[in-house]
């Protein structure tokens, strides 16, 4: 299998409170009628990249968008148990969401840039928190952008519009914007499947780099990406968390014949 990353393995299934970014404990999910996540428990570790797989429909977006409070968008949405950030419940109803939303960034599978200029995309988030200090927002745009691997190739124009960008840009620059909120975690949806190979290549070399910042969450429906990038692969089923483990463990030596059925695209 092409390993380009070099993985680190913890148990997932004991890891302490220390090494633990999220902790999502008995999760269940309806959207109106349809129980869309089922019974689910599992301990994200901290400073990894967790990918989840899993065949259409089977509740991957839904779960990652949990972490975040994104479901509660959805008016027929509604979910019991706990998931634990900083020792916090996060469902709690006192959950402050729009903190929340800072603490845990998320990138989309299309690029979305705001309609306005790079400069103004990355300080968004800042400007939207009070930060009005020219200095702090300059420092702020170019660290972003920076850890982003993004600044050599727009530091010459910062003040154009962020729609000029090429969608490996784009896709780029909105990872910028979430990491200018220094994010304890970064929630990534499909975020290379509108881009070409080599582009791809470069956002997992980000992803790498970028869990020294932030621990990291990816759904991916290509198996060679989450076998490449992530040190942990969670793998669904019908809203329900099947097998979770490390990576190399998951993609050769599966435990269960529903993940093998899948990892060796006899369904999905
Ligand atoms: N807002 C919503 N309202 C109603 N049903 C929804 C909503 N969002 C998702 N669902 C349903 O919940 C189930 C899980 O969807 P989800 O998008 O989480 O799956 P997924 O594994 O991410 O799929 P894909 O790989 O196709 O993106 C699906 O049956 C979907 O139709």
Redesign the pocket.
């Known amino acids: 299998m092409l390993k380009l990353f070099e993985h680190e393995t913890l148990d997932v299934s004991n890891l302490s409170d220390a090494e633990t970014a999220l902790e999502v404990q008995d999760l269940n999910l309806w959207?109106?009628n349809?129980h869309?996540l089922q019974d689910i428990s599992m301990r994200i570790p901290k400073h990894r990249i967790t990918a989840f797989i899993?065949q259409?429909?089977?509740?991957?977006?839904?779960l990652v968008s949990a972490f975040n409070r994104l479901n509660d968008l959805?008016p027929?949405c509604r979910y019991q148990g706990s998931i634990y950030l900083d020792g916090r419940d996060i469902n709690h109803k006192k959950e402050n969401v729009s903190r929340l939303r800072t603490q845990v960034g998320m990138v989309f599978q299309r690029p979305n840039p705001f309609p306005m200029s790079i400069y103004d995309n990355v300080s968004y988030g800042l400007r939207l928190q009070g930060v009005r200090g020219r200095r702090q927002l300059d420092d702020a745009v170019e660290s972003a952008l920076k850890d982003a691997a993004l600044w050599d190739e727009v530091k010459d124009r910062l003040f154009e519009s962020a729609q000029i960008l090429s969608g490996g840009q784009q896709q780029r620059l909105v990872i910028a914007r979430a990491l200018a909120l220094k994010p304890d975690v970064l929630l990534l949806d499909e975020p290379t499947s509108a881009l070409d190979p080599l582009t791809t290549l470069f956002i997992e070399e980000l992803m790498a780099g970028l869990k020294k910042r932030c621990t990291i969450v990816i759904?991916t429906?290509n198996m060679q990406q989450a076998a490449r990038v992530s040190d942990y692969t969670a793998f669904l089923h019908q809203g329900r968390l099947i097998e979770y483990t490390d990576s190399d463990t998951l993609f050769t030596m599966p435990e269960k014949k529903q993940t093998e059925d899948y990892i060796t695209g006899r369904y999905g």
């Open positions: 959207f109106g349809k869309v899993g259409s429909g089977c509740g991957k977006s839904t959805y027929g759904v429906h």
